[in-house]
């Protein structure tokens, strides 16, 4: 039988190994661009007339696209989507890509702090917990001037679970009016 030592130490290290798998992306269309997108090094792939950089960051894909061009791109929002793996269709802010800048996309988004706008005022009764700096009934300069933060989630939030697909259908105009699409397709894996 073996020791409580031993079994202890078998445990922790299935834990361990248990605890090291991450998620990272394949490519999987446009066919020409079939490759893998790890968490290391970001991937360069053109597109013409745009450069992609992926990377695979805590489970998202962070699609970056450049406009290498002399000429104004825009992102057509009312064009483009992503389509999450329950086959749900999420929209994508329209964005001008000026030349030689980039727009970034998270797949799927994640949420971002901003400090709450104006004055607050809460109204009413119970017990509550919370961290903050201290209570203070005076006025003291600082005492109510500092900012609150609070979560603010892109219209589109959804889930990326598993080993499953997201396709992004993106639809692009230049500045003399010439309109193309690019779409891709990811298939999330656990590495």
């Not at 999987?28 to 950089?53: F, I, T």
């Not at 030689?100 to 799927?108: E, G, R, V």
Request: charge should be negative; charged fraction near 20%.
């Amino acid at each position: 039988m073996p020791s409580r030592v031993a079994t202890f130490g078998l445990m922790s290290w299935a834990l361990l190994l248990v605890g090291c798998a991450h998620y990272e992306c394949d490519i999987v269309s446009p066919a020409e661009m079939r490759q893998h997108v790890g968490s290391e090094n970001e991937l360069v792939l053109h597109l013409p007339p745009l450069e992609y950089r992926l990377i695979t960051v805590e489970g998202h894909l962070v699609v970056r696209i450049f406009n290498p061009t002399s000429d104004m791109v825009q992102l057509m929002g009312e064009r483009s989507t992503v389509v999450d793996p329950t086959g749900q269709s999420h929209p994508i802010p329209g964005q001008a890509i000026p030349p030689n800048a980039f727009m970034k996309l998270i797949l799927p988004p994640t949420a971002h702090y901003v400090p709450a706008p104006g004055s607050q005022v809460n109204v009413g009764v119970g017990v509550g917990y919370g961290y903050g700096p201290p209570w203070r009934d005076d006025f003291a300069p600082g005492t109510w001037d500092q900012p609150r933060y609070v979560a603010v989630y892109e219209a589109a939030t959804w889930k990326w679970e598993g080993e499953t697909d997201v396709r992004l259908l993106l639809a692009f105009r230049t500045s003399d009016g010439k309109q193309f699409t690019q779409e891709w397709t990811f298939h999330r894996k656990k590495m």
